[in-house]
């Protein structure tokens, strides 16, 4: 909380319509990497932890999810019950069964969540996230995207956003504080 | 020519932790140079070194090739309002007397167009070209794709 109000007070005014909404007021419909419907009621009462990425990005994706797998073995079975998510900007490419392929590389508590362009769009702007496709030579392409890891309160409310490249000894406080 | 030889001498006689050994031209030292696994080859690889500068003159890194990807590039991730983008680098300024770091979430080589799927445990050539020390090629060691890292018993990290 304090790293991004400071942020945004040092940079440009307060502006609260830019944090993400409370997880019962999202809208979204995604599917999760074992093809199952995910909408934000499901996670009612539980503490949520969400990123937006894509698989085909080879460098802050992997770091974060690496990050996080350390974060959780770091919390150990106090975070069994937070739901950790990785919502993918790259529907396109990121099936349920590339996003299983994924994300069965880290550590198992985390889901990767995809779904119809319109549907990621709506979760991009439930969590006031940002995202463009960025088109490379030889037509490939990249995405550019948000970056920050966003924690909720078991009741729905935003909490805090750990950046990318937070340090750890700062990062797991953050989260446990969102367990209870 | 001496460095390819060079390279290839040392890609036949080392065995494990090949990340861990340490490449000299001219001023630069090369080491620590890593990859991490990807899920078949159709997603980019990422290519990490650490390069410290021992001499008085600046130089840069200006390029890498490798027979392990059709298109290796530098990339940086910057990370600006929050937003992460991966530029182009058109070159990774090495300055005299300092070390520099191809990194998770910061300057990399993205190897697009893979050869074949990198399978931890495998190892591959990467070519650096620096702007004044000319080419020199060093053993990449793919690590897991949830790597933070080699574990070198010298590593600064």
């Given at each position: 909380m304090l790293g991004v109000g400071a942020y945004r007070t040092r940079n440009r005014?307060?502006?609260?319509?830019l944090l993400p909404l409370p997880i019962g007021e999202m809208s979204w419909a995604l599917t999760d990497h074992q093809g199952r419907s995910v909408r934000?009621?499901?996670?009612?009462g539980r503490p949520v932890m969400v990123f937006f990425g894509f698989t085909?990005?080879?460098?802050v994706c992997p770091t974060t999810l690496s990050d996080i797998s350390l974060w959780l073995e770091d919390l150990g079975a106090d975070a069994n019950r937070l739901i950790v998510a990785l919502i993918s900007v790259d529907p396109e490419r990121d099936t349920p069964v590339v996003l299983a392929d994924y994300v069965s590389?880290?550590?198992?508590r985390i889901i990767g969540l995809t779904g119809p362009a319109e549907e990621v769009a709506q979760a991009a702007a439930d969590f006031r996230v940002t995202y463009r496709r960025v088109d490379k030579d030889g037509g490939d392409y990249t995405m550019d995207h948000t970056a920050g890891v966003f924690l909720f309160h078991p009741d729905g409310r935003f909490v805090s956003i750990i950046d990318f490249h937070e340090d750890r000894r700062f990062a797991v406080p953050k989260i446990r504080r969102t367990l209870s | 020519m001496n460095h390819f030889l060079l390279a290839a001498a040392l890609i036949l006689s080392a065995s494990a932790a090949m990340a861990c050994e340490t490449v000299t031209i001219g001023d630069l030292t090369v080491e620590h140079a890593w990859s991490k696994a990807t899920i078949g080859a159709g997603r980019p690889g990422v290519f990490y070194v650490e390069i410290t500068n021992t001499g008085s003159t600046d130089n840069a890194l200006v390029g890498i090739a490798t027979p392990a990807a059709g298109m290796p590039m530098l990339h940086e991730t910057v990370v600006q309002d929050g937003i992460a983008s991966m530029p182009h680098a058109m070159s990774i300024p090495v300055p005299a007397g300092q070390s520099v770091q191809l990194s998770p979430g910061g300057y990399h080589g993205m190897l697009m167009g893979l050869t074949n799927a990198l399978k931890e445990g495998d190892s591959f050539p990467v070519t650096l070209s620096f702007e004044k020390a000319g080419e020199v090629t060093v053993n990449v060691d793919v690590l897991s794709?949830?790597?933070?890292?080699p574990d070198c018993a010298d590593a600064g990290q």
């Open positions: 005014p307060a502006r609260n319509e934000p009621k499901d996670w009612a085909w990005c080879p460098d590389n880290f550590d198992p | 794709l949830r790597a933070e890292g």
